[in-house]
C-alpha cells in the first residue's frame, strides 16, 4: 500500500480500482468498505469488524474517511435542524435538514459561499471561497444521517452555492449516493436547484441518472431579474427558458419553478400575468416562497420585505386560473436562518 486515499471522494469503479490494484485486495473488499461507510454510516476503520486486523491497521494509514465535522446544530421550532459544518481546510458549510412527517430532506451545499450575488440572499453576500469536492457534498447527508441515526429520504442541491458552477464535482456526488453499491438514493429522490446556469441545465438533460431539476426564476423579465440575479446578464431569460424547453423535450421530465415574493417588486398582478405567459407549454409546477429576512447588507443597500399573505394569493390565483400549477411553500426554519436565502447569514 502506497499512496492515502480520500474515500468519500471515490466512486464505486474508483472504489473496485483502488482495492484491486493499489491494495492488491480482492474485488469483494471494496463493497464491504463501502457497506460500512454507506450503510453503516462507521467512518472508524478500526470498527469494520469484518476485515482481519492486520488490514485494518494498514488501512488506517491509506484510507482518509473525512465527513465534516460539526461546529453547531440549531432546531428550529418547526423541527428544521441546521448544521453548521467545519472541512478539513478549516473553511466552513451549512446544510438543513427538514422533516415532513413521514420523510426528511437534506439540502446541501456545493459550493463555500457563492459567487452569484443575488440580492435577496445572504449566502452571495459572504463572498465566493471555493468549489467543493464530491466528498465535501456527499460527506453532509452521511454526517447529518450519522448524527440522527436514521436514514434521510431526500436530498436537495440547494445549500449555498449554484450546483452547476460546480458541476463536474455535483455530478460525481449524485453517481455516489445513487450507486447501488453505495448509498443507494433513488434518482427520484434527488433534486437540483439552479439559479438558471445555462449549460448546466443542457448538461444535466443528456446526465444518466434521471435526478429532478428545480429552477430559482424570481423575475418574469430581463429587466427585473438582472436587477435581482446578476446570473440573468449572462444567461438571459429567453436563453433560460429556451434550455428548459429542451431539457423538457429530451427528458420528459417535470421542472419545478420556485419564485421569491418581494413586497411590490415582484408580486404585482402584470408579473403573474408575464409569468404565465414565458412558462406557457412547459407543464411545471411554481413554488411561491415567501421571502425569508436576511442580514449581511451592504452600505446603504436597502432590503426586500415579504409579500402579503393576500398579495402572494392574489398572485398564485391568477397563476391558476392562467393554468400554472402552483403551491404557497410552507415556511420551515426562518427562526434559525436555516429557510431559502439565509444559509450563511449567521454563526460563519
Known sequence: MNESVNALDLSYEEWIETSVTQWKLPRYRADQLCQWIYDKKVFNVHEMTN??????????????????IAVREDTSKDGTKKFLWQLYDGERIESVLLSHGSHTTACISSQVGCPLNCSFCATGKSGFTRNLSAGEIVGQFLAMEKRMGQNINNVVYMGMGEPFLNSVEVFKSIRILNSQKMRNLGARHIT??????VPGILELADFPIPVRLSVSLHAPNDALRSKLMPVNRKHSLGSLIDALKAYKDKTGERITIEYVMLQKVNDEPEHAYEMAAILSGLGVYVNLIPYNPIALLQ?????????TT????????????????????????????????????RNM
Open 299 to 307: 452600505p446603504g443597500e436597502q432590503g426586500f420585505q415579504r409579500s
Open 192 to 197: 437540483i436547484s439552479t439559479s438558471g446556469v
Open 51 to 68: 476485515l482481519s486486523k492486520e488490514l485494518r491497521e494498514k488501512l488506517v494509514y491509506e484510507l482518509m474517511i473525512l465527513p465534516p
Open 310 to 345: 393576500e398579495r402572494i394569493k392574489e398572485f398564485a390565483a391568477i397563476l391558476a386560473k392562467l393554468g400554472i400549477e402552483n403551491e404557497i411553500r410552507k415556511e420551515k426554519g426562518t427562526d434559525i436562518d436555516a429557510a431559502c436565502g439565509q444559509l450563511r447569514a
